[in-house]
């Protein structure tokens, strides 16, 4: 069983933009903290960006100022909208849900399979 959807990672040259997308179930979606999460190789899983019910959000310091998260109620759905993409955010991006203040990505529960986004030089 798959919790959590992803879309729309892929092949990106240095400089570009893409949009993440996360859909869920309505029961999930409502009572959790929605976040994307990203394991490149040989490092550990780190938080990019995480969006709470009431719509408050924080970001890795890595990508303020380059990437959005945001949520829309109606299709249970969470985006992550990124600019100015660098070769150094080559991972895979993970969708994550869960209900605790914590972000850090061993507190979530529920996660996505994930999607790979590449960035090229």
């Known amino acids: 069983q798959v919790d959590l959807v992803e879309s729309g990672g892929g092949l990106v040259q240095a400089g570009g933009t893409l949009r993440l997308s996360c859909t869920t179930s309505?029961?999930?979606?409502?009572?959790?903290?929605m976040g994307w999460y990203r394991e490149a190789p040989g490092k550990q899983r780190e938080l990019v960006a995480r969006?709470?019910?009431?719509?408050?959000?924080n970001y890795a310091d890595s990508v303020k100022g380059r990437a959005t998260i945001s949520r829309d109620n109606a299709k249970n759905t969470v985006y992550l909208q990124m600019n100015s993409l660098k070769p150094e955010d080559t991972a895979v991006y993970f969708c994550?849900?869960?209900?605790?203040?914590?972000?850090?990505?061993?507190?979530?529960?529920?996660w996505g399979q994930g999607t790979q986004v590449t960035v090229s030089s």
């Open positions: 969006i709470g019910s009431d719509g408050s959000t």
């Open positions: 994550a849900a869960g209900s605790t203040p914590k972000s850090t990505w061993f507190f979530q529960r529920y």
């Open positions: 309505g029961s999930i979606f409502s009572a959790n903290a």
